[in-house]
C-alpha cells in the first residue's frame, strides 16, 4: 500500500466488537476529509460471526449500520498489505507482528499510537503517513509489549454488563478521534 491510499487495519480478538466499532468510527470520521483512506477491521479467532448486540447497539446511536458485518480472522496478507495495524490490545499486536515480523514498526494498539503521536507531534505538512508512523515508533521495544497494561489496552466488553459496551465505544471514539487529528491534522 501507498500513502496515496492509506490502509488501516484494527485487530481485536474475535472482530466482533472493538475492532468493528474502531473502524467504523474512523471510517465516519475521514468519509468527507480523507475518503480514500481504506479502514478494515480482523480478529486473531476463526469466528466467522455476526456482530455482537452490544456492539449494534452502540453502532445504531452513532448512524452506522453493521448488520451484514462478518467477522474475519487476520492472515500475514492482510496484516504486510495495512500501512498502519491498530490492536486493542497488547496481545493483538504481539499476534499481527508473529505473523509477518517485518509489521513490527507499524503496528501499535490504538492507545499507543496516540499516546506517541501526541508525544511527537502530528503529521507535519509534507509528512507521508509512513515517515509519521515511524516518527511515532521512534525508540519503542518488543519488550514494552509484554503482558496486559490498561495504559494500552480497551477493556473488551464482550459478555459484560450493557454500560461496559458504550464504555468501550466511548474510549474508542476519544481514541478515533485523536489519532485523526494527528495523522490527518488538517481535518480538525
Known sequence: MTDSAPHLLFVCTANIVRSPIAAALL????????P?????????????ATLDNGALRVLDRQGVD????????IDS???????????L???????????DPSVWPRTF???EIVRRGEATGARRPGESISDWVARAH????QRDLLGADRADDVADPFGGP???????????????????????????
Not at 36 to 48: H, I, M, N, P, Y
Open 138 to 141: 521512534g525508540d519503542r521495544s
Open 77 to 87: 496478507e492482510m496484516v504486510g498489505g495495512a500501512t498502519l495495524v491498530l490492536g
Open 36 to 48: 480514500e483512506v481504506v479502514v478494515e477491521s480482523a480478529g486473531l479467532r476463526e469466528t466467522d
Open 109 to 111: 494498539t490504538l492507545k
Open 27 to 34: 471510517e465516519m470520521r475521514l468519509k468527507e476529509p480523507a
Open 162 to 188: 450493557p454500560g461496559g459496551y458504550e464504555e468501550a465505544a466511548e474510549e474508542i471514539d476519544d481514541l478515533v478521534t485523536r489519532l485523526v487529528s494527528l495523522v490527518w491534522p488538517s481535518t480538525r
Open 66 to 73: 453493521l448488520r451484514r458485518h462478518h467477522s474475519r480472522a
Open 89 to 99: 490490545e497488547r496481545e493483538h499486536v504481539r499476534e499481527a507482528v508473529l505473523l
